[in-house]
């Protein structure tokens, strides 16, 4: 497998993306991060890593009236998916979708009055670079918004399932292979998938002030009989997960096995130690799959858990 990023134009990647950030962001919480970040009508906002959109459609209603907006991506697939589907949202103002590098953004300096961008800087291998990039094409008093997670937490952190009963011996092993497939990743060059604990600091060294942030208040809950959309949504896509035929989702299991381990090598892991995790993991699996299906048939099953992802914002001074 290639050390490079994903394409995530990619049906399979592509799709993720969408079923991923239904659901994300609460409408409740959207609309108290507008406050707080001091949107306004008649924005002119920039997207850096746009993808298909997904943050100019989000807070659109909260500046979008005689604003604009520049979606910008380097992928050339998703932004025609973003530009065909911007006239649905993208009412009382205009949207514009431009192909472009987050190291070189094609916009001039101090020409919008707020950068947003959500889950790039964690692909990022120079994420300093991008943020400079942000700060040049914002005006002076303009607002950059970040939206990054914490994956290590999630990753390390307990979730109460009816269907595993993990012992301590896993999940101090899980514990310290994600740390050391963490280390890897980054010196792939895949990039830092907990940075949003460390972009406050990089915008306090690139002289942005005001920097504050918060932390998105969803959490993951399934529990019978399943009464919020947000569950319903969460449950039916666990039927349809675990529903894929035995090819595909093998085929998938391979690919994030031999990912974790290119990662877990690069990060100084001992084969030895991996190979009896991955023993470990196997066994968990063939235990544990049969009864997940069956307390999804029964419509029984709950689990509860979460991760940390984080909203940052800051100010461009005036020098």
Same mark, same amino acid.
């Given at each position: 497998m290639s050390n490079k990023n994903v394409n995530w134009s990619d049906e399979k990647w592509k799709e993720m993306i969408i079923k991923q950030r239904v659901f994300l962001w609460s409408e409740d919480a959207i609309e108290a991060y507008s406050k707080?970040?001091?949107?306004?009508?008649?924005?002119?906002?920039?997207?850096?890593?746009? %993808?298909?959109?997904?943050?100019?459609?989000t807070y659109w209603k909260y500046f979008g009236n005689n604003g604009h907006y520049i979606g910008i991506d380097i992928n050339e697939?998703?932004?025609?998916?973003? *530009?065909?589907?911007?006239?649905?949202?993208?009412? @009382?103002?205009?949207a =514009?979708?431009?192909?472009?590098?987050?190291?070189?953004? +094609?916009? +001039?300096?101090?020409?919008?009055d707020m950068v947003m961008c959500q889950t790039l800087l964690m692909h990022l291998k120079n994420p300093e670079h991008a943020l400079a990039e942000m700060k040049r094409i914002?005006?002076? %008093? %303009?607002?950059?918004?970040?939206? =990054?997670?914490?994956n290590i937490s999630g990753m390390t952190s307990r979730r109460d399932s009816s269907s595993e009963d993990r012992s301590i011996e896993y999940e101090v092993l899980s514990f310290k292979?994600?740390?050391?497939?963490?280390?890897?990743?980054?010196?792939? @060059?895949?990039?830092?998938?907990?940075? @949003?604990?460390?972009? +406050? *600091?990089?915008l306090s060294d690139?002289?942005?002030?005001?920097?504050?942030?918060?932390?998105n208040e969803n959490v993951h809950l399934l529990l019978p009989p399943y009464e919020t959309k947000k569950q319903r949504y969460s449950f039916e896509q666990l039927k349809e997960r675990i529903n894929k035929n035995e090819e595909t989702k093998e085929? /998938? &299991?391979?690919?994030?096995? !031999?990912?974790? *381990? !290119? /990662?877990?090598?690069?990060? %100084?892991?001992?084969? =030895? !130690?991996?190979q009896q995790f991955e023993?470990?993991? !196997? /066994?968990? &699996? /063939?235990?544990? =799959?049969?009864?997940?299906?069956?307390?999804?048939?029964?419509?029984?099953?709950?689990s509860c858990g979460g991760n940390l992802f984080f909203i940052i914002k800051g100010i461009k001074n005036f020098d």
């Open positions: 707080w970040l001091g949107l306004r009508q008649g924005m002119r906002v920039a997207d850096i890593g746009c %993808g298909l959109g997904y943050l100019g459609y697939d998703l932004l025609k998916d973003a *530009k065909a589907t911007s006239p649905n949202w993208a009412i @009382g103002g205009t =514009e979708f431009i192909q472009g590098d987050v190291y070189k953004i +094609p916009l +001039p300096d101090n020409s919008v914002l005006k002076p %008093g %303009g607002i950059l918004m970040c939206k =990054e997670p914490d292979l994600t740390l050391i497939a963490y280390k890897g990743s980054i010196s792939l @060059g895949r990039g830092d998938t907990s940075i @949003g604990i460390r972009v +406050p *600091k990089m690139l002289g942005f002030k005001s920097i504050d942030m918060r932390a085929k /998938e &299991r391979q690919f994030w096995k !031999e990912r974790f *381990k !290119e /990662e877990y090598l690069a990060g %100084g892991g001992a084969l =030895e !130690e991996l023993k470990m993991v !196997e /066994e968990e &699996r /063939e235990k544990n =799959e049969a009864i997940l299906k069956d307390q999804v048939k029964k419509r029984i099953y709950h």
